[in-house]
DNA sequence: CTGTTAGCGCGTTCAG
DNA sequence: CTGAACGCGCTAACAG
């Protein structure tokens, strides 16, 4: 920057006014001279600089859980999009779902003077999570697919209850008997367990409602034929595996075994255990094709993935369009004013409630894709 | 700082060595009282403040394709990897193949004082990322699984030509007959050329040497039964689409059509044309399960997909590493050296050549896993 | 063993 | 219409 103030014979100053578009008062011969020398010289201003002195470095720092999770990659991609469009740097770390490497990285982020977070956390961190957004005058954070509770700041994520009951009466609607949710162990993420108490309730109230104790599955392998639009009919478990593929197998062998072949559906939380469940079951020749088979996917590989599995797709890149649309608001536009914050990021869908703690939860709709394996 | 400094009582020197570990000569009373006050007040460095003094910012840029593409995250997981150990931190942008936005994204990684540079370059952005390179005192660059043509950097790839012969060789030791190598248009984008380049040659080599127009498909319908190591029998040709998933079903049904069902096998270039070809042969039902395909792509998809689908697995988190290990050698580590960078890198099975032209150019091998869709 | 000084590249008063 | 001077938070001589 001295370099073409001295070309141009001017001061630092004046240069500094030119670049940020405040020649109202300046003269267009040095205007002319300074964009010439600029260009000449090829200078380009050290954001690293401006950032020193404006307290606003223009960066934002971004927590993946497992940023190898091509889920993951969707979501960056929305958050990209936000971002480029305000000429904002993105720090991305990976915590390689390990709570410490979390915390780790989000003071790393910090030392580095982002202007904001956006947490995808890999869960256990919720003490520390908390006394960051409780302690004095944190920067801007909003969590992304996974939060604490209770919610300390913005949040966005899947509308995982809706979808799920969404998912389970297709199930019932197709005439499935039983279902099985697969998952591995919750661990705080709280993905997991907000969708395992969705079927669990969803599975109580058809019990009740339906009468009789569904939880051990009275209706089950004699009924035959059109059980279609029976939803009461459902019965269903959920399955915690830690064990790998094999003990898997093991366990949903059992209970396809018990259940009787052709009316069991298996419900994956997310693509690794879809896929889990593939493999698994991929040895289980003779009943894998009377097995009924869904989860929380993405269709694009969903659709493909064996005979085409039914899927809630979880719209990860309007995901991360909010989130960083969120985080914008809160960290560049003075966002104190929740309504104005929200009004922006309701759109394509997405479901904002302001709390009264002060906090906005955005849902994202999961979208519900109807394939082969759910066909009885 | 100067908090600290002052509740201790010393300067902010005192306060700089003690952070540096470079208290040889202080007292060790004044440093249980820094790092009591240091405790106390919370401090942490700024970041940005030492950039600006050091003219070493400590952090990296990236600029990814597309990044919403599952094998670009596998890649930043590996860079993550390797920069986590370093305490370097990573921008990230996403080009979304959008040579015009490449350009700007590394501009403004440039200007935010990035210290060095990755590249996965869209394509069609050679003239600028050479003139980059041989222009003055750049900011190391590596270019990752792309790259242009002379090197103008050091380059972290595929071992493309060779993963192709041996995908190839396996096709031809199953007995097909045929091989369509199917991919959208190069568009600049090295990967693809390379691999088709492969394909073709090797059809020639097999043409000349086995004697005739093999081009043409000389050995075809008419042979049967075990014809599993005449490689020689192999005939092909490279199928280039751009329409869409009609425009390539059509297209398939042409040549499958010509060749009669049993004898074809499909080569996909990368991940998405295996899901056109997935797509496009699903509504050819009656020739669906006599047709080979084949694919660069992730075995933990590939593996699950459809019947089980034979593919070459790129290492994409390997790549990832090698490519951030040759950066920090060369940014960090003052790698003017190519041995020694070279035998940093060279671990894993990647194959690193140090050219005369003084750039370094690391192949990671792909690893073919063989699947039910190669089975004849 | 520690403090003083100068300055990294820029923005921002204030005084022309 | 423009410039001088100060400081953001930190480091690196050079003095003690």
Same mark, same amino acid.
Request: net charge negative; with cysteine.
């Given at each position: 920057m001295g370099d073409v103030a001295a070309a141009v014979g001017v001061s630092k100053t004046t240069i500094s006014r030119y670049l940020h578009g405040e020649y109202g008062y300046m003269s267009d011969e040095t205007k002319a001279r300074i964009e010439a020398a600029i260009k000449e010289l090829g200078y380009r201003p050290n954001r690293m600089a401006q950032g020193l002195k404006s307290t606003v470095s223009n960066m934002v720092g971004v927590t993946i859980a497992d940023i190898g999770n091509p889920f993951s990659s969707q979501m960056l991609k929305g958050i990209q999009?936000?971002?480029?469009? /305000?000429?904002?740097?993105?720090?991305?770390?990976?915590?390689?779902?390990?709570?410490?490497?979390?915390?780790?990285?989000?003071?790393?982020?910090?030392?580095?003077?982002?202007? @904001?977070?956006?947490?995808?956390?890999?869960? @256990?961190?919720?003490?520390?999570?908390?006394?960051?957004?409780?302690?004095?005058?944190?920067?801007?954070?909003?969590?992304?697919?996974?939060?604490?509770?209770?919610?300390?700041?913005?949040?966005?994520?899947?509308?995982?209850?809706?979808?799920?009951?969404?998912?389970?009466?297709?199930?019932?609607?197709?005439?499935?008997?039983?279902?099985?949710?697969?998952? /591995?162990?919750?661990?705080?993420?709280?993905? /997991?367990?907000?969708?395992?108490?969705?079927?669990?309730?969803?599975?109580?109230?058809?019990?009740?409602?339906?009468?009789?104790?569904?939880?051990? @599955?009275?209706? @089950?392998d004699g009924t035959s034929g059109d059980v279609s639009l029976d939803e009461g009919a459902l019965s269903g478990e959920v399955l915690v595996y830690d064990g790998g593929v094999d003990d898997l197998r093991a366990r949903l062998a059992a209970v396809v075994g018990e259940r009787g072949v052709g009316r069991v559906c298996l419900f994956a939380n997310n693509e690794e255990s879809m896929r889990d469940v593939m493999e698994a079951m991929s040895e289980l020749d003779g009943e894998r094709g009377h097995v009924g088979v869904c989860a929380f996917a993405d269709e694009r590989w969903a659709r493909y993935s064996g005979e085409g599995i039914t899927c809630l797709d979880q719209q990860p890149v309007l995901m991360g369009r909010t989130v960083a649309k969120a985080l914008l608001a809160r960290t560049y536009d003075g966002g104190d004013d929740e309504a104005s914050v929200a009004e922006a990021i309701a759109v394509d869908g997405v479901v904002v409630a302001a709390r009264n703690d002060g906090h906005l939860l955005c849902e994202v709709p999961a979208q519900l894709h109807i394939h082969a394996s759910t066909r009885l």
């Open positions: 999009q936000e971002l480029r469009a /305000r000429d904002i740097q993105l720090l991305v770390s990976d915590s390689n779902n390990d709570p410490a490497i979390e915390r780790a990285n989000i003071e790393a982020l910090l030392d580095a003077q982002v202007d @904001g977070l956006i947490v995808n956390t890999v869960g @256990g961190n919720d003490a520390y999570l908390t006394a960051y957004c409780t302690g004095g005058e944190p920067k801007p954070m909003v969590m992304l697919d996974r939060f604490v509770r209770p919610l300390v700041c913005d949040c966005v994520a899947t509308n995982n209850h809706e979808a799920t009951v969404e998912m389970l009466d297709h199930v019932a609607a197709q005439g499935f008997s039983h279902v099985v949710f697969v998952t /591995r162990s919750d661990r705080g993420v709280s993905t /997991r367990s907000i969708r395992r108490e969705a079927v669990e309730r969803y599975l109580a109230g058809r019990g009740t409602s339906g009468g009789g104790a569904s939880a051990d @599955g009275v209706l @089950g």
